[in-house]
């Protein structure tokens, strides 16, 4: 596969966020690419430090870049592993929960339906469970309440339906066959503003890489990782994401803990969605740890 570059999101509304201490003690938490690693890194003087963790293996390969700061430690793991490796009293830490492109455009991820490829979908390739197994292993039921709870696709049931016929007469392994079967299960009388594969390419690839698990279990134990003052900088790209975030820092917040920065998540500015039109759903939420 060619080099594909990967676009860092909402860069200067981030580092707003963070509000760099140069001498501090830093997380980034889905390293990706490196790019806002990159940035963080340049704003840190020689006392600083930044840890970054990701569970893809091409990100692990990516950060090699940097094994020649001292400043700089990698992790490859996710983010509830990442947390028993990773300092207290940090002075912030940056989740990007969305796919980068790479991820996207490279067919043998199986990520998304705009590349022929196998169903695979793991962020951890280190795992065995892909979502093949889940497409040709779950039942009817469990296939439809897949599908509407993390896709939230009303047509669940119509897809689920569709997908159980198609393999009766073969396993379904490639993007291009599940594509195939939820564009065909969509009613066309009606115009779609989405393509009609794009909530269930979402709801599996949640469901194999247990997403809203991991951001459930991971984001509590990261804001009391925080030192008094210290920012959680948080980017989602579906709602379901966010209304965790949103819900995590309210009760944070009520606590009495922490203080939301954002009162409403921050969104790419205009100038941003003409040069990086795959930014157009993030919501970016602030929350910092209150002084003792």
Not at 98 to 113: E, I, N, Y
Not at 124 to 151: F, H, P, T, W
Not at 184 to 206: C, E, N, V
């Amino acid at each position: 596969m060619s080099h594909v570059e990967h676009i860092p999101v909402m860069v200067r509304e981030v580092f707003e966020g963070l509000h760099i201490r140069k001498n501090g003690t830093y997380w980034d938490g889905t390293f990706g690419r490196g790019g806002h690693s990159e940035k963080l890194l340049s704003l840190l003087s020689d006392s600083g430090a930044l840890f970054a963790s990701d569970r893809d293996a091409a990100a692990l390969a990516a950060a090699s870049r940097f094994e020649v700061d001292s400043r700089f430690t990698f992790f490859h793991s996710s983010l509830v592993e990442a947390l028993a490796l990773v300092p207290e009293d940090l002075d912030g830490f940056l989740w990007d929960l969305g796919v980068s492109t790479p991820q996207l455009k490279d067919s043998a991820r199986g990520f998304s339906f705009a590349e022929s490829g196998p169903l695979d979908m793991r962020m951890d390739q280190r795992q065995s469970v892909k979502a093949a197994d889940l497409v040709n292993g779950l039942n009817e039921r469990e296939l439809a309440d897949l599908i509407y709870q993390y896709g939230e696709e009303r047509f669940s049931r119509r897809i689920a339906r569709a997908i159980i016929e198609k393999r009766r007469q073969a396993p379904i392994e490639t993007t291009e066959e599940l594509e195939d079967i939820c564009f065909k299960a969509y009613p066309f009388k009606k115009k779609h503003r989405i393509h009609p594969a794009t909530r269930t390419f979402q709801a599996f690839r949640i469901a194999v890489n247990g997403e809203l698990d991991q951001l459930e279990k991971a984001l509590p134990l990261a804001l009391n990782k925080l030192r008094p003052g210290g920012r959680g900088v948080v980017m989602s790209f579906h709602s379901l994401e966010d209304r965790i975030v949103k819900h995590t820092f309210r009760q944070f917040d009520r606590n009495g803990t922490h203080r939301v920065i954002t009162k409403k998540p921050l969104r790419p500015s205009e100038e941003e969605l003409v040069q990086n039109p795959a930014s157009r759903s993030t919501k970016l939420r602030v929350i910092e740890a209150c002084q003792l």
